[in-house]
C-alpha cells in the first residue's frame, strides 16, 4: 500500500547529506514524497562567485529543486523563513523575512501541519532535540516538526541520524592521512546525533546511491569556497563511486515512539496501516 512521506529540513542540502537515500527509496517503491525546507539557507558558507550578489538563498533554492527532482520528490515546499545563521549572534531579520529561529512556534507549526493535513502524511523525516549536530535551525526544525505532527496526529515520526560511534571511528581514520582545518573539532562529534543503541531503523539504501549523489551534486554552492578550503560535500563527492556506495549504503532513524528493545527496523513504513 503506498503511504505519503515528508522529510523536514532546515536548509536545502540538508537532505542530500540524511535522508536522501530514504526519500529516493520511498519515491522508487511508489510512495509519495513531499520535501520541506524551513529557510533558504542564504547564510550557508560558500565561496564568492555564488554569494556575493546577496543572492544564495535564491541559488539554494533552485539548487534544492534539482536535488528533488534527482530524488523523485512529488512536491518541494519553502516555509519562507530565512537561515538563522551559524554565528555567535543571530543578524536582524531581513527586509520581509523572518530567521527561523525567531519564528513563532505555533505559526511555523501550522505551516507545516496544513501541508501535513493536506497530503495524510504517515511519516515524518524530522531530527532530535539537539538537531543532530547542534545547529540553530536544526534545532527549530525539531521544535516546529513535533508540533506540526501533534497538531496533523501524523502516525510515525523519525528522527534522521548518524551513529555516533561510527562517525568518530571514521574521523578516527581519516585524520592519520588527511589533516582537518584548524577550526574543525572532531571531538564535537563526540555528543552529536545518536548513540548506536537508541537507534530504531536502519534503511539499506545502496540501490539509489546514484540519486543521493545526485541530490548532494545538485548543491554546488555547498562544495564550493574561496582559498582552497575544502568543504565536507565536496569530500563526498571525490569518493570513488564503489567507495562511495558503500559508504552511503545505509541511513539511520530514531523513533521515540518505539517500545524499547523493539527489533531493528529496515523499511521506515514498516507496521503502518
Not at 75 to 83: C, F, Q, T
Request: with cysteine.
Amino acid at each position: 500500500m503506498p503511504h505519503t512521506l515528508l522529510a523536514f529540513h532546515a536548509h536545502p542540502d540538508d537532505e542530500a547529506l540524511l535522508t536522501a537515500g530514504t526519500m529516493a527509496r520511498a519515491a522508487a517503491e511508489g510512495h509519495r514524497v513531499i520535501l520541506v525546507v524551513a529557510t533558504d539557507g542564504n547564510e550557508g558558507l560558500a565561496s564568492s562567485s555564488f554569494a556575493a550578489d546577496g543572492r544564495l538563498g535564491e541559488r539554494r533554492l533552485d539548487e534544492v529543486r534539482e536535488s528533488a527532482r534527482a530524488l523523485g520528490v512529488a512536491r518541494l515546499e519553502h516555509l519562507g523563513y530565512a537561515d538563522s545563521g551559524l554565528g555567535p549572534e543571530t543578524r536582524p531579520d531581513p527586509p520581509g523575512q523572518t530567521r527561523f529561529i525567531r519564528a513563532d512556534l505555533d505559526e511555523a507549526a501550522g505551516l507545516l501541519a496544513d501541508i501535513m493535513l493536506e497530503e495524510s502524511v504517515d511519516v515524518l523525516l524530522t531530527y532530535d532535540a539537539n538537531g543532530g549536530y547542534g545547529h540553530r535551525d536544526h534545532v527549530k526544525v525539531h521544535q516546529v516538526g513535533a508540533r506540526a505532527a501533534e497538531l496533523a496526529r501524523t502516525p510515525r515520526v523519525l528522527h534522521a541520524t548518524v551513529p555516533r560511534d561510527t562517525i568518530c571511528r571514521a574521523l578516527a581514520v581519516v585524520g592519520k592521512v588527511y589533516r582537518f582545518p584548524a577550526a574543525f573539532d572532531p571531538t564535537t562529534f563526540e555528543r552529536a546525533f545518536s548513540p548506536r543503541a537508541d537507534i530504531t531503523h536502519r534503511v539499506n539504501v545502496r540501490r539509489y546511491a546514484s540519486a543521493k549523489r545526485a541530490s548532494m551534486r545538485a548543491h554546488a554552492s555547498q562544495a564550493s569556497a574561496d582559498g582552497g578550503a575544502d568543504r565536507t560535500l565536496a569530500a563526498f563527492l571525490r569518493i570513488p563511486r564503489p567507495l562511495y556506495d558503500v559508504v552511503f549504503a545505509h541511513e539511520w532513524f530514531v523513533d521515540p515512539a518505539r517500545p524499547s528493545g523493539a527489533p531493528l527496523a529496515h523499511d521506515v513504513f514498516a507496521g503502518l496501516a
